[in-house]
């Protein structure tokens, strides 16, 4: 895909108002290396070790917050384990895995549960030796070698009948889906002169093909020159107001250089860019019932500057206290404006801590 010039932009940008919330410091053997969020329930509720209970510097939180099982954040680990975390962002549980470090994590998008206690996401997560695992709680669903290569990206879909699948990405190009016990298919990706494209980012998103109707489609960003990361959204208005499928999703990609690019209506134009490489990006929703409102771009990158972006422009940029290794995103509970940036971070000197900021849309 070619790159294009972006049109001009109209309309007043959204600004936003970023705050720490919360910060958790980790001990220094636990070496986080990828976080997913929602409703899980931990291993045991209990820690592995009494002397890894974090400290958090936001004074004593409540552990009545949340029964002592529940947790809103999973973390995958360099040791293979996963960690789990309460709405206090406190350590409530671990489960330990025989097997690599974590590559990535995701939650499945569908609940199941044998019972009431039981209820929560599942969790989805590929370690360095090519395993995938499906989790619920503290059972271990399905356990299966896929690769001897790295599963470096997980995207859970819903199809039209309702069933759960998810798109891997690994890192010698492969693009495959999977469902608990069975894979349903894989291809190898190339690039010209039968090069194996190395996998990044998967996404999968609903686009209207020249008649109107959606069709899902399974995105991949490769490295080098091409794509890195991937995004969903509605992020430029359309000129044309004839237009009545000017309401599609739109798809933000962001480049190792920090360039963000936007596909549109099966067209790619440039939107704008960061100073550093984004290794993570997120969508914060507009306010759909304002007259012309888009959504912005939540930008993690290679730096201690998380960047917010919107209409193609950067409108804020919130300082980090460490260096980002793992981030995920979720809805701020009691306050329907603001969702949470939840992140690992790293100090110079190899501690890493738990640090959650809330983002909140400017009146």
């Given at each position: 895909?070619?790159?294009?010039?972006?049109?001009?932009?109209?309309?007043?940008?959204?600004?936003?108002?970023?705050?720490?919330?919360?910060?958790?410091?980790?001990?220094?053997?636990?070496?986080?290396?990828?976080?997913?969020?929602?409703?899980?329930?931990?291993?045991?509720?209990?820690?592995?070790?009494?002397?890894?209970?974090?400290?958090?510097?936001?004074?004593?939180?409540?552990?009545?917050?949340?029964?002592?099982?529940?947790?809103?954040?999973?973390?995958?680990?360099?040791?293979?384990?996963?960690?789990?975390?309460?709405?206090?962002?406190?350590?409530?549980?671990?489960?330990?895995?025989?097997?690599?470090?974590?590559?990535?994590?995701?939650?499945?998008?569908?609940q199941t549960a044998t019972n009431d206690s039981d209820r929560g996401q599942q969790l989805v997560a590929?370690?360095?030796?090519?395993?995938?695992?499906?989790?619920?709680?503290?059972?271990?669903?399905?356990?299966?070698?896929?690769?001897?290569?790295?599963?470096?990206?997980?995207?859970?879909?819903?199809?039209?009948?309702?069933?759960?699948?998810?798109i891997l990405g690994e890192l010698d190009g492969v693009l495959s889906a999977v469902r608990m016990h069975?894979q349903m298919w894989r291809v190898q990706l190339r690039r010209s002169g039968a090069t194996a494209a190395?996998?990044?980012?998967?996404?999968?998103?609903?686009?209207?093909?020249?008649?109107?109707?959606?069709?899902?489609?399974?995105?991949?960003?490769?490295?080098?020159?091409?794509?890195?990361?991937?995004?969903?959204?509605?992020?430029?208005?359309?000129?044309?107001?004839?237009?009545?499928?000017?309401?599609?999703?739109?798809?933000?990609?962001?480049?190792?250089?920090?360039?963000?690019?936007?596909?549109?209506?099966?067209?790619?134009?440039?939107?704008?860019?960061?100073?550093?490489?984004?290794?993570?990006?997120?969508?914060?929703?507009?306010?759909?019932?304002?007259?012309?409102?888009?959504?912005?771009?939540?930008?993690?990158?290679?730096?201690?500057?998380?960047?917010?972006?919107?209409?193609?422009?950067?409108?804020?940029?919130?300082?980090?206290?460490?260096?980002?290794?793992?981030?995920?995103?979720?809805?701020?509970?009691?306050?329907?404006?603001?969702?949470?940036?939840?992140?690992?971070?790293?100090?110079?000197?190899?501690?890493?801590?738990?640090?959650?900021?809330?983002?909140?849309?400017?009146?």
């Amino acid at each position: 895909m070619g790159r294009d010039t972006r049109s001009d932009v109209t309309g007043t940008p959204i600004r936003y108002v970023l705050e720490v919330i919360a910060r958790t410091e980790l001990a220094q053997d636990l070496l986080i290396s990828a976080i997913a969020t929602g409703e899980f329930r931990s291993s045991d509720g209990a820690l592995r070790d009494p002397a890894q209970r974090p400290s958090s510097s936001f004074g004593a939180a409540s552990r009545e917050a949340l029964p002592s099982a529940a947790a809103i954040v999973a973390a995958g680990t360099e040791s293979g384990d996963i960690l789990f975390f309460d709405a206090n962002y406190e350590l409530v549980g671990t489960l330990e895995i025989k097997g690599g470090a974590i590559q990535c994590i995701a939650r499945l998008r569908q609940q199941t549960a044998t019972n009431d206690s039981d209820r929560g996401q599942q969790l989805v997560a590929s370690d360095s030796g090519g395993i995938v695992t499906f989790y619920s709680g503290k059972q271990v669903l399905s356990r299966r070698k896929l690769t001897d290569s790295v599963v470096c990206s997980i995207e859970p879909v819903i199809d039209r009948t309702g069933q759960e699948f998810c798109i891997l990405g690994e890192l010698d190009g492969v693009l495959s889906a999977v469902r608990m016990h069975d894979q349903m298919w894989r291809v190898q990706l190339r690039r010209s002169g039968a090069t194996a494209a190395m996998i990044n980012t998967v996404a999968s998103v609903r686009l209207p093909d020249a008649y109107g109707l959606e069709t899902e489609y399974a995105l991949a960003a490769t490295e080098g020159r091409f794509v890195y990361l991937l995004c969903s959204g509605f992020f430029l208005e359309k000129t044309d107001a004839t237009d009545r499928r000017d309401r599609r999703t739109q798809v933000a990609m962001a480049g190792d250089a920090g360039e963000i690019f936007l596909l549109d209506n099966y067209q790619v134009q440039y939107l704008g860019r960061v100073p550093y490489a984004v290794t993570h990006m997120f969508l914060l929703d507009a306010d759909k019932s304002k007259q012309g409102s888009v959504d912005s771009l939540l930008c993690v990158t290679k730096s201690r500057n998380v960047y917010i972006v919107n209409r193609g422009g950067i409108v804020e940029v919130f300082r980090l206290e460490g260096w980002p290794v793992a981030a995920d995103v979720h809805a701020s509970k009691g306050d329907s404006g603001s969702l949470e940036l939840v992140l690992a971070l790293q100090s110079d000197n190899g501690q890493q801590s738990i640090h959650a900021v809330r983002v909140t849309a400017r009146d």
